[in-house]
Structure formats: C-alpha cells, structure tokens
C-alpha cells in the first residue's frame, strides 16, 4: 500500500528530504547535498510553528500526515510528533476533506502540474471533545522529488461564523436574540439608527429609546472618521460582504473607547436602506495590547525607551552618519551614589527621583536624541548627527549643572551628581555593542576619577574636552577682568610701501597659560555665544586706537576689525558698529570689517542686506581669507566689498609652488577685473613680496614687514615709519 516507503530506514531517509526535520531528531550528517537547505528549512519549521494557522502536510495518494506545525497540534490537544504516519482520515476533520484530497490527487494525476489546480477550499464543523468549532480548511497539491503531497492550511473561524449566523437571525427578523445578546446591535437606514438593543444602550451610555432616531454621527468622535468610516464600510456592504473594523468611538458622554464593529446590509445593492451593526467593546483588550507594544520598547518605571529601542536607534543612526559623515555620542550617565539613596529613604523616593532625573536629562537633550533607561541607576543618551564631537562638551556640562541642581520628593532636598562615559561613533567602535562596552569603561573612569565628571573613552578628546572647558570657563571672567588685549599688524602699500593702517588682533593674557591664541578661544567663544561681547569690546577698542594713530599725524589710518559670524546672526552687528563710530568720533572710513567667506554664505538674503546697511553707514569691508571658502563672483558683486585678502596658505610658498603662484594671480586679475583692491597676508619674505609686486597685488601684510605688536610698539612703528617718509621725502 505504501508505494514509495519500502523500509522503515526508506521512510526516515523521506521525511528528512521533505521536511528536514522529521522528528526534530536528524543527522545532518547523512544528507551533505541538503546541508545548506536545513537551516532554512529549521528557520522556516520555526516560522510555521508560530502561525496560528493550521498547516498539514500528507503523503498521497495513500493519505499518511508527515508533518504538522504547532496549532495543529493544539488544535487536537495531542503533540505533533503522535500524528506522524497516522492518517488524515483518522484527524476526523469530516468527509469533505478527505475528498478534496482525493480529488486533488486525480486531477493532479490527470494534469500533471500542480500550479494549474484550483485551491480547494472546505467549511467544516470539528469536535473538540467538549464543543464544535468551525475550520475554514483550504488544501493545495505539491510535488517534492516526484513525490506527490496534499498541503492544508486551516484556521477556527468559529467567531464569524457565529456572527454570520446572528446577522441572519436578525435578517429573518428573530429579534428575540437582540435583548439578550452579549454585544450591542442596532440596525440603521440613511445612517440613522432605527432600533437598537439594552446592551447598546449601555456600552454607549444612552438611557434606553434615547439613541434611537439620531444620526450614527453621535458615536464617531469627529466629522471625518464618521465620513471615512462610513465610505470604507458601505463600499464593502455594496459588494456583499460584511464589513468588520476596530475602532475608536465615544460613549454619550464624550467618553473615547475601541469597539469592534460588524455590519452587514439587509440587501447589498442598496445597504444605505438597510443595516445591522454589531459592536463588542474592546477598549480593554485593546488597551492592554496597546500598553504591551509599549512596554515591550519602553521601561516601566520612567517610560523611557529600553535597551532594544534604544538598539534599533542606534543602527538607524549609524546608517544616517555614514551617509552624512557625522559623529554619534553614547553617553553612560550613572547616578553617584544612588544605592545609599534607596538604602536609608527607601525605594519609593528613589524611584521618584529616577522619574525626575528623567524628566530633567529629556530636559537637556535635542528633539532627535534619545534618552533610554536600562534599568537601575544608569541612563544611556544616544546624540545622533553630530557635526563635531566637541558638541558633547556643552551638553555634558549643561547635563551635569541641571543634575547638580537640588531635587525635591516628599518635602526631602536631595542633591545628586552623576558620571558619564562617553563614546563616539566611527572612532571608538561601530556597532551597539562595542560603543556600549567603551562608554561603559569611560564611565568607570569618571567614577574613579572621584565622581562627578566625565570621560571620553579616547583620552586624547579628555585632554581637548578639559582645555575647552578650562577656556570657557575661564572666558566668562576674562573680559570684566580686562584680560584682552589687542595687537596690532601693520598693513602697506606694496607699491612706495605706505603704511595704511593695522589689523587689530586679540590676544587673550591669561592668568596661568599665558598669551593665548584667538585661534584656541574664538572658537570656544562662539560656540558659547561669548563672541558677542568679546566683538563689542574689539570695536570700541579698536576704533578708540586708531584716533591716536590720526592725532600722530598719520594720514586716512584705517584699522581693520575681523568679525565672527556669530556676530552677524545673533548680535545686532550695526548697533555695534554704530556705538564703536560714534562713542570714539572717527570717521567711517577709518574703520575696516573683515568678513569671511563663510559668513557670506550663509543666510544670503538677510546678510546681504545687513551687510548693505553697513556698507552704506561708510565703513569698509574686506574678505578675510579669500581662497579658502566658496565664494563665487557673483556674491562678490552683490555684497560690493572693497578688498579681497588673500588667504596666507596661498602666500607662504608662492615662490615654490607653482599651483599657489597660478591661484595668487587669478584671484588679483579677477579682482582687478571687479574693481576690488587685494592684499596678501602671511608674507614672510622678500622673495614673496617681490612676486606679489609682479602680479600687481595691491597692499601686504606679513611677520617680513610687521608682526603683530601692542598698541604702544605700533605707535612707535607708525612714527618711525612717518619719520622714514619724512625723511625720504
Ligand atoms: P586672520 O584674521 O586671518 O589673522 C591673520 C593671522 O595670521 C593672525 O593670527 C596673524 O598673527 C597671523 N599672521 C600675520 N602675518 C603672518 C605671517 O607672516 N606668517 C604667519 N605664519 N602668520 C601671520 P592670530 O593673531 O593668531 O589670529 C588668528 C585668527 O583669529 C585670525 O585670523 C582671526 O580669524 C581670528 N581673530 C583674531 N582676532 C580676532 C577678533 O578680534 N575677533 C574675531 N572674531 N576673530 C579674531
Ligand atoms: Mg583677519
Ligand atoms: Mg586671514
């Protein structure tokens, strides 16, 4: 009888090759060629056991099951492995199937190709012991090896059913079920409801007759979904079918809760004339399972997002960074000392104070970070799209100083602090796991470190972060503490070699480092916004000094002021420039701002124009750098400056390298050709100075005729240099 199963080795060697698994008891061994196919095949046994369909699968034409997945077997309360070469016949799934099967196998026979057989489809009523449940049974024919199966794929369709057979109670008007049901039912014409049952009434809260008569609108929460809802659902009760959806309706008093609702037309070709709608209120099944997806990526106590949201977050960004080139910090923030806080004031407050250190840290943090808690005392930041890691610098301190403020739970002023590690994506590693690990370590140094700190897992950015910080801190006071000073650099003519004036450049006389170079604070000055101030402070100055160089007897002085772009987005740049003309009575010409390229760019429209404002008030305006960024002509033009100055990474080699000497000559003739002045800075040697002479650069500035000096050493430069013309005039 059995044709393809000679031997019982024969029958093992089969159920291998077909379903891999067998009694989940195979050599893989024995099968190389199939090797690489099992754990798809493993993968796939798992997916199938998921399901909570029904699948069977069954050897024909002699009708023995070789395989069953998990629901199945729950199904006929028995384990899988137990049907295993019984017959289907045996599963008592009714006559229908069992002839479908038949049919199946004939028609395959006859045909030969299975993908040209129709599925065949069987309602059957199935005996569990205790009840009668409906399968919905569909059943397919596949060919493995040359080996014919039936495959059937079944699920309890015991709730539609029932449904199905209330529908047509109410349609043949045995309304006697109505007052009785479990579920509210109301029958509609036009969208009006014309009857209604007690348990609708009292889901809904109406008093009983009091819902009857009115629009179906009333149990919508607004004008559209009662419109989408509506149109979604009439067009399926038009093409016969009964409508079934989960939804958010309202109670009478204004109360929203999720209701399953199933309707049905009285007839199909006109259901806006005749409905039955039956409504299970759901809201606390529905609440439960909305609470459980949240839970599943959120910790309980804070809500925070937990480990594996933050994970997935993390991968999400590490695909965005690579794209954009960006940096990503993860950052470990562990409370100190926060086990003697639950210790001696017991855990309530110590879960209160988790929830407010929480709040505070979101407090801290952009739209697009995300703060997570992985249990205990330690939160993790995630800082996707960094431009720079010195970003974190701020934040950090800015995290710390909120955390160091005092906390209050239960009429109790708690003072906490924190350590943080910190790890940055691509450097210190570029996966979740490795990026934990390393800011992880980071912390423990801050923590041994004596708390209340922070460190990079790279030291190098430790010594960076604590110098940066060293200056920011130290820049707040320096201006109050007249700490600044300003130099300056002579600027000449290159032909006759008048001098013309000086550009101011700052210095910062720090009390322990010394002279410090605005290329080391300036920057730290304008991400803290203290380039504001600092700017002011320039201008007044600069402008008091060159009224001296006029009173020496110096012709048209100009001093030249370098501004931050700071200075043009958040400050009131013309107020600034305004007060420093007005407060030192100098002329406007006499005052020089230097722009850079990256100010230009940024923003056209409004520095345009405030740079219109300004030019029209007299001063005049250079380009600090040129070379270096992207300015094309056109903005040129449009922001008439006077002086473009040449970038001294062009200067330094001019005389060597042919590529600079091509570039310094461009940029004079299109200058010239512009009707703007040039001046190179960074010139360092005679050799350079006689080259630019050549191209007919108009004005330098450099360490060969000039270093910059304090006010008092260019006042006796400025006079030896007037005494020199005198003398050669
Ligand atoms: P910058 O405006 O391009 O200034 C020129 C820099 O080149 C100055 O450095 C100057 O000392 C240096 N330099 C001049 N001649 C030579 C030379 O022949 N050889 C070499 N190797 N270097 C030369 P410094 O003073 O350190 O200033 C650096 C930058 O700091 C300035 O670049 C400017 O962007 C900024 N800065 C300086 N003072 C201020 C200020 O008051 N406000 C603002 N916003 N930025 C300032
Ligand atoms: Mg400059
Ligand atoms: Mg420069």
Redesign the pocket.
């Known amino acids: 009888m059995v044709k393809h199963c000679d031997s019982a080795d024969d029958w093992e060697e089969r159920k291998e090759r077909i379903i891999g698994l067998g009694e989940r008891s195979f050599h893989k061994s024995y099968y190389p060629q199939l090797k690489q196919n099992l754990d798809r095949l493993e993968r796939f046994h798992t997916l199938l056991d998921h399901t909570s369909d029904f699948v069977v699968l069954v050897t024909l034409p002699d009708g023995l099951i070789t395989d069953a997945n998990a629901a199945f077997g729950r199904l006929i309360g028995k384990p899988v492995e137990a049907l295993i070469g019984k017959s289907f016949e045996s599963l008592g799934l009714g006559a229908d199937a069992v002839k479908v099967l038949d049919i199946l196998h004939r028609d395959m026979v006859f045909r030969r190709d299975p993908r040209q057989l129709p599925n065949h489809s069987v309602i059957t009523k199935y005996d569990t012991n205790n009840t009668f449940i409906w399968l919905d049974l569909s059943f397919r024919i596949a060919v493995l090896d040359g080996d014919c199966y039936g495959v059937m794929v079944g699920r309890d369709v015991t709730e539609r059913k029932r449904n199905e057979e209330m529908m047509t109670a109410l349609l043949t008007e045995k309304a006697a079920l109505l007052d009785n049901a479990l579920v509210g039912i109301i029958s509609v014409k036009d969208r009006r409801i014309i009857s209604c049952n007690r348990r609708f009434e009292e889901m809904m809260g109406y008093t009983p007759g009091s819902a009857i008569g009115h629009s179906t609108r009333i149990l919508y929460e607004s004008d559209e979904t009662f419109t989408s809802f509506g149109t979604e659902a009439y067009r399926a009760l038009n093409l016969g079918l009964q409508f079934a959806a989960t939804i958010m309706l309202v109670r009478a008093n204004g109360e929203p809760f999720w209701c399953e609702l199933t309707g049905r037309a009285f007839d199909s070709e006109n259901p806006e004339k005749g409905s039955i709608w039956i409504f299970t209120d759901v809201n606390d099944r529905k609440l439960a399972e909305d609470r459980a997806v949240f839970l599943s990526h959120h910790d309980t106590l804070t809500e925070l997002p937990n480990h594996q949201l933050l994970k997935d977050r993390l991968e999400q960004a590490i695909m965005l960074a690579d794209q954009g080139h960006n940096v990503i910090a993860l950052m470990v923030i562990d409370i100190d000392r926060f086990k003697t806080i639950n210790d001696s004031l017991g855990y309530g407050i110590g879960n209160q104070l988790l929830i407010d250190v929480a709040k505070r840290l979101k407090g801290c943090v952009r739209e697009i970070d995300t703060v997570s808690r992985q249990g205990g005392d330690e939160f993790i930041l995630l800082l996707p799209n960094l431009p720079n890691p010195d970003n974190c610098v701020t934040l950090v301190g800015e995290l710390m100083a909120q955390i160091s403020q005092p906390f209050f739970i239960m009429d109790k002023e708690l003072a906490l602090s924190v350590s943080v590690g910190i790890a940055l994506y691509p450097d210190d590693g570029n996966d979740f796991e490795s990026l934990m690990k390393k800011a992880d370590m980071a912390m423990y140094r801050a923590k041994s470190a004596g708390r209340n700190t922070y460190r990079f897992f790279n030291e190098e950015m430790n010594d960076e972060a604590t110098e940066q910080l060293n200056i920011s801190v130290g820049l707040r006071k320096a201006l109050e503490n007249n700490q600044f000073q300003l130099y300056y ?1 002579p600027q000449l003519k290159i032909r006759g070699g008048a001098l013309i004036g000086a ?4 210095r910062w006389n720090h009390p322990e480092f010394g002279m410090v ?3 080391r604070f ?1 920057p730290v000055a304008e991400e803290s916004g203290l ?1 504001i101030p600092i ?1 002011d402070w ?1 201008m007044q100055e600069a402008c008091r000094e060159v009224v001296k160089w006029a009173q020496a007897g110096m012709k048209n002085p100009v001093v030249a ?4 772009a700071l200075q043009f987005t958040h400050g009131d740049i013309e107020d600034s420039v305004a007060r420093a003309i007005r407060d030192s009575g100098i002329a406007p010409e006499m005052l020089e701002l ?1 722009l850079t390229e990256s100010i230009m760019i940024r923003d056209t429209e409004n520095v345009l124009a405030t740079v219109k404002r300004l030019k029209s008030m007299g001063v005049r305006l250079s380009i ?2 040129f070379g270096t960024g992207y300015s094309s002509l056109s903005y040129l033009k449009r922001f008439a400056v006077d002086k473009l100055k040449i970038d ?1 990474a062009f200067i330094r080699e001019l005389v060597t390298n042919q590529d600079d000497a091509a570039i310094v000559r461009a940029i004079i003739q299109m200058a010239c050709s512009l009707g703007l002045r040039t001046i190179a ?4 040697t005679a050799d350079v100075l006689d080259k630019l002479k050549l191209y007919r650069c108009d004005e330098v ?4 005729l000039g270093r ?1 000096m304090p006010a008092d050493d260019f006042m006796a430069y400025l006079l030896r240099h007037l005494g020199g013309l005198n003398s050669a005039d």
């Not at 550009?503 to 700052?506: D, G």
């Open positions: 650099q550009e101011a450049l700052i170079s605005p290329a300036i380039i700017g320039v002021v370098n501004l931050s230097e600090d750098d001294q800075e960074g010139v360092e500035q450099g360490y060969y910059p």
